[in-house]
């Protein structure tokens, strides 16, 4: 039994184990590096879909500050218009307050009734005159109180006097012109 060699047997295995080892070695290698490619192109992938995300909602974004912006540029040009609209509204009402306030005085005042001077600061007037009789005086005050134009009438003097050889009473009052629509009698 001596004369048998176990050596070449021996060596043969070892090879088949080198062999195998290398084999698996590679197969190993081989399924890392398919493994390692597959998962960089799923990453690449993947960032790839995220990146259209990001552009589809920076288009959105885009497209809403868009709405936003003509929203807000509509709104200025309301409140433009809404400004404008009360200018000429105001200057509207400004027009007629004169020829109210001359209507207004020729509906209230009576033939025995001078008006010397009348001013007007803002919707305040001032009226200088001269009346033949106290009555006259009473009646102008309260035609001013019913006119819807005129509003809060207040004597401020009355004084006796002659105007052209006539007796009666100089007088000043303060009267307020209603501005708009005029208030219900």
Known sequence: MAA?????????RRRQAGRRFQFTLMA????????????IEGLSLAREQQRQRNLYLQQQIAQVDAR?????????QFEA?????ALIQHLHQDSLSGVRLFNALHQVIDDGVQLQRLQLEGVNIELDGF????????????AM???????EPMLESIEAGTLS?????????????????????
């Open 4 to 12: 048998i060699n176990l050596l070449p047997w021996r060596e043969k």
């Open 28 to 39: 190993t290698l081989l399924c890392a590096v398919v493994v390692l490619v597959l998962g």
């Open 68 to 76: 936003n912006q003509q929203a807000q540029s509509l709104a200025a």
């Open 81 to 85: 218009l809404q400004q404008a609209q």
């Open 131 to 142: 009346c033949h009789s106290n009555n006259q005086l009473s009646d102008l005050l309260r």
């Open 145 to 151: 109180e019913a006119s819807p134009w005129l509003t």
């Open 165 to 185: 050889g006539r007796r009666g009473h100089f007088f000043r009052l303060t009267v307020s012109l209603v501005i708009g629509g005029g208030r219900e009698s």
